[in-house]
């Protein structure tokens, strides 16, 4: 069966940063578009980036420009860089492909 992880969330303070990672596994996911979503505390899920199987990533616009989504095909694994974190990203952070979620990260951004 389809299963995604997510890895390295953790606690990071203002201006930090964090590479997350979801790794996939029974489905190759060289040929589908994958995506990040996160939800804090109290609030609705958000979508935050996208990748196509280009490589090619959309980020919406609370991100943009600090956060970076990539892929590695041979590892069936996908990536989101993100840079100049801020409180307000903090969340529990998801993986999807197609309607396949992974149970999430936790990335806390704090002083």
């Known amino acids: 069966q389809v299963q995604l992880v997510e890895s390295g969330g953790g606690l990071v303070q203002p201006g930090g940063s964090l590479r997350l990672s979801c790794a996939a596994s029974?489905?190759?996911?060289?040929?589908?578009?994958m995506g990040w979503h996160r939800q804090a505390p109290g609030k609705q899920r958000e979508w935050v980036a996208s990748?196509?199987?280009?490589?090619?990533?959309v980020y919406a616009e609370s991100v943009k420009g600090r956060f970076t989504a990539s892929r590695d095909n041979t590892k069936n694994t996908m990536y989101l860089q993100m840079n100049s974190l801020k409180p307000e990203d903090s969340a529990v952070y998801y993986c999807?492909?197609?309607?396949?979620w992974g149970k999430g990260t936790l990335v806390t951004v704090s002083s």
């Open positions: 999807v492909l197609m309607n396949y």
């Open positions: 029974g489905i190759d996911s060289s040929g589908y578009g």
């Open positions: 990748i196509a199987v280009t490589g090619t990533g």
